[in-house]
């Protein structure tokens, strides 16, 4: 397992599947309505900055936390003073091994709506950093 699906499973004890809910560009006049909108970034070998880390880190929790979800009772779920607690923790654990990733795990752990989504960003070279 690799840094990016073993961070969701850390986070929330694992997190589970669903739905992919990707988006395309669907409007008339889009330039292309076959593939995703892409938009303009950083160069694809830039360094990732602690800010995107904690927006990645940021998404995984809400994944986990969505994923987790069905199999809670009501009185179970992790109120939203809780999940920012969550992603606190995880920033101050995990931003400086997520400053060593590659920019396409970053891009593709972003882009994931599912466990199988992040699960597969590990294979963008998201190994666990040593």
């Known amino acids: ?3 990016i699906a073993l961070a969701c499973f850390v986070v ?13 560009d669907t409007t008339p006049d889009g330039p ?19 800010s995107e880390c904690g927006e990645m880190l940021d998404h995984i929790v809400d ?22 607690k969550i992603k606190e ?6 931003t400086e091994p997520c400053l060593l990733l590659p ?3 970053y891009d593709c752990a972003m882009a994931a709506r599912t466990k199988a989504d992040l699960e597969s ?3 963008m070279g998201a190994a666990p950093p040593h």
């Open 1 to 3: 397992m690799g840094w």
């Open 12 to 24: 929330a004890g694992g997190c589970g599947g669903g739905a992919n809910n990707g988006s395309r």
């Open 32 to 50: 292309d309505r076959t593939k995703p909108a892409q938009k303009e970034g950083p160069a694809p070998d830039a360094k990732l900055t602690p």
């Open 63 to 84: 994944i986990a936390h969505e994923a987790r979800k069905p199999s809670l009772k009501p009185d179970e779920l992790p109120t939203g003073e809780q999940l920012a």
């Open 89 to 94: 923790g995880e920033r101050e654990r995990r």
């Open 103 to 105: 920019r396409s795990a």
């Open 121 to 123: 960003c590990d294979s």
